[in-house]
């Protein structure tokens, strides 16, 4: 019963998350620092042990994230440096999109996690997920450290651990948690787009 208090309660905080993920709002990081603390408990008690250890990284991830949007301003291509608000008040970090030069580290980050954490599921846990949890714990530091930096291709990586994410708590017998990554891959599909016309406007 606690568990599916703790689920439900996951689940509308992370609601609150993806709709100001989808604003790109900067508070969605507030959401992003509670739902992982409440999931911690949950995916260990589901025995979704990467899952678990990937929510220690969102909590980390989200002050990261803040502190990055609040302060990490990029300079845009042709800005003085002495431009700001006549209030002094920062720009917003803007939505740009991911570097050429971080794919292969970004990659490699991916292919070391998927392999390194499936090896520790099987050889010191009783996961009987062990594969697919790895895939989606391994794409989700990468995309999770996008999001940080605020690159738009980051939904592509989030679509594809919502598919697999779905089905997966499914098997798990998750069903709260699955109708939220049900609805996570459709919300970001227009995620991504929203954050191409943010794009465009803010240019």
Known sequence: MELNFLEIFGTIVGLVYLWLEYRASIYLWIAGIVMPAIYIF???????????????????????????????????EGEQSADASADNKPQDLP??????????????VFI???????????????????WLDSFTTALSIVGMWMLARKYIEQWFAWILVDIVCCGLYIYKDLYFTSALYGLYSIIAIFGYFKWKKLMSIQQ
């Not at 939505?95 to 490699?108: A, D, E, G, N, R």
């Not at 070391?112 to 062990?130: C, H, K, M, Q, R």
């Open 95 to 108: 939505i740009v999109y991911t570097p050429q030069k971080c794919y292969s580290p970004l990659f490699q």
């Open 42 to 76: 949950v995916y260990y008690k589901a025995g979704l042990y990467a899952d678990f250890g990937i929510n220690i990284y969102y909590l980390i991830a989200a002050i990261y994230g803040w502190f990055f949007w609040m302060w990490g301003h990029r300079k845009k």
């Open 112 to 130: 070391f996690a998927f392999i390194g954490i499936a090896w520790i599921l099987i050889e010191y846990t009783d996961s009987n997920v062990p």
